[in-house]
């Protein structure tokens, strides 16, 4: 009788991580978008972190600025090939974590180029959690980088597959 495969069903949690994050995300954009003026830094723990309210055409370092919508079609093909490839597959928490972090972080991002100024595939991303000698981040960004963190530990350092199986696991002899 063929062996059958019992991987559990994360998906749900998946979901569930994943919304949790981008809302938090929506709701702190809104909040520093609502409540904030441009560029005036409010300390919130001494020189540690200033809430720096700006809007970032671009990637990381403001890099790319004339090319926004490469950044929101790159955005909604990383999201398309998550949710529709990897999810299915998922059979680890750490996986489901790490994913699910990206996801949100993902989609976060891609709102702003969606629906903010100057307009569709080409909107601003807000970005207003500044450290000293860091550049100006946002939750997305902190859960994107959380998500590539991760990814390395789990593919590279505990060399685990998303389905939870380390390789070999599948080759005769091996229990």
Known sequence: MPEVEHRPRLWPLFGAIALVALALDVVTKVAVVTYLEPEVGV??????????????PGAAFSQGEGFTWVFAVAAV????????????????????????????????????????????????VVDFLQLPHWP?????????????????????????????????????GSA
Request: aromatic share 6%; net charge positive; glycine share 12%.
């Open 43 to 56: 300390p919130v723990v001494g020189n540690l972190l200033t809430l720096r309210l700006i809007r970032n």
């Open 77 to 124: 093909l990383v999201l398309g090939f998550v949710l529709i490839r990897l999810v299915p597959r998922l059979g680890h928490l750490g996986w489901t974590v790490a994913l699910a972090l990206l996801a949100a972080g993902v989609a976060g991002n891609l709102a702003d180029r969606l629906f903010r100024a100057p307009g569709p595939f080409r909107g601003h």
């Open 136 to 172: 100006i981040f946002n939750v997305a960004d902190m859960c994107i980088t959380t998500a590539a963190v991760m990814i390395v530990v789990l593919s590279l350092i505990k060399n685990v597959g998303i389905d939870g199986r380390h390789p070999g696991d599948d080759q005769p």
